[in-house]
C-alpha cells in the first residue's frame, strides 16, 4: 500500500509541480563513418513517470535499487517514439548506453549505420507527447544536413531534402 502511495505521490509532483517538458536529440549524420550518432537528453523524471503511468514500473533511475530492465524499456521506448528514415527506409537505432546526472537530465546514445547516396531524411519525434500535452522535442541535425526543429504533439515529423 506503502508503495501505490509514494507513485501517487511521484505523479503528482511531476504533473502539478513541472512547468517544461522537453527533450534535447542531437543527431550526427556521420559521412565519414557512415553512422547517424545519437544522444537523447530528457528529465529523467518525465520518462519514470511515463513507465509509472503506462506500465506500472518504477524505474527509479540511477539508484542502486534502479529496475533491472530499465534500459531494454528506454531503447525500446526512444526506438518507437524517435524515428529516422533514409531515402524512405527506417533506420534501426542501436542503443550504447545511459547517463544519469544529479541534476535530473538522462543522457541515451544511440547509433546506426548510414547508407551511402543520402537524398532524403525524414525524423518522427513523439517523445513523451503522448503523455505531456505540453512536451517540446528539439532536434539538431549535424553533419550532411545542419538544421534544428522542434516537435510537439501537434508536430511529429520533419522531413529533409538534399542536393547530391
Given at each position: 500500500?506503502?508503495?501505490?502511495?509514494?507513485?501517487?505521490?511521484?505523479?503528482?509532483?511531476?504533473?502539478?509541480?513541472?512547468?517544461?517538458?522537453?527533450?534535447?536529440?542531437?543527431?550526427?549524420?556521420?559521412?565519414?563513418?557512415?553512422?547517424?550518432?545519437?544522444?537523447?537528453?530528457?528529465?529523467?523524471?518525465?520518462?519514470?513517470?511515463?513507465?509509472?503511468?503506462?506500465?506500472?514500473?518504477?524505474?527509479?533511475?540511477?539508484?542502486?535499487?534502479?529496475?533491472?530492465?530499465?534500459?531494454?524499456?528506454?531503447?525500446?521506448?526512444?526506438?518507437?517514439?524517435?524515428?529516422?528514415?533514409?531515402?524512405?527506409?527506417?533506420?534501426?537505432?542501436?542503443?550504447?548506453?545511459?547517463?544519469?546526472?544529479?541534476?535530473?537530465?538522462?543522457?541515451?546514445?544511440?547509433?546506426?549505420?548510414?547508407?551511402?547516396?543520402?537524398?532524403?531524411?525524414?525524423?518522427?519525434?513523439?517523445?513523451?507527447?503522448?503523455?505531456?500535452?505540453?512536451?517540446?522535442?528539439?532536434?539538431?541535425?549535424?553533419?550532411?544536413?545542419?538544421?534544428?526543429?522542434?516537435?510537439?504533439?501537434?508536430?511529429?515529423?520533419?522531413s529533409?531534402y538534399?542536393?547530391?
Open positions: 500500500m506503502s508503495s501505490t502511495l509514494a507513485n501517487i505521490f511521484l505523479f503528482a509532483v511531476v504533473f502539478y509541480n513541472h512547468a517544461h517538458y522537453v527533450s534535447i536529440t542531437n543527431a550526427k549524420l556521420n559521412e565519414k563513418s557512415n553512422k547517424l550518432e545519437i544522444s537523447v537528453e530528457l528529465t529523467a523524471h518525465d520518462i519514470e513517470a511515463y513507465f509509472l503511468i503506462h506500465n506500472k514500473v518504477d524505474l527509479k533511475l540511477g539508484s542502486s535499487k534502479e529496475f533491472k530492465q530499465s534500459n531494454e524499456l528506454l531503447s525500446s521506448y526512444i526506438s518507437k517514439n524517435l524515428l529516422f528514415k533514409i531515402n524512405g527506409k527506417s533506420l534501426t537505432l542501436s542503443f550504447l548506453g545511459k547517463q544519469v546526472n544529479n541534476d535530473e537530465t538522462l543522457l541515451l546514445f544511440f547509433e546506426s549505420k548510414l547508407p551511402k547516396n543520402i537524398l532524403e531524411v525524414s525524423i518522427s519525434n513523439s517523445i513523451l507527447t503522448k503523455t505531456f500535452s505540453d512536451q517540446q522535442n528539439i532536434v539538431h541535425l549535424t553533419g550532411i544536413v545542419k538544421e534544428s526543429f522542434t516537435f510537439n504533439e501537434n508536430l511529429t515529423t520533419k529533409y538534399l542536393n547530391n
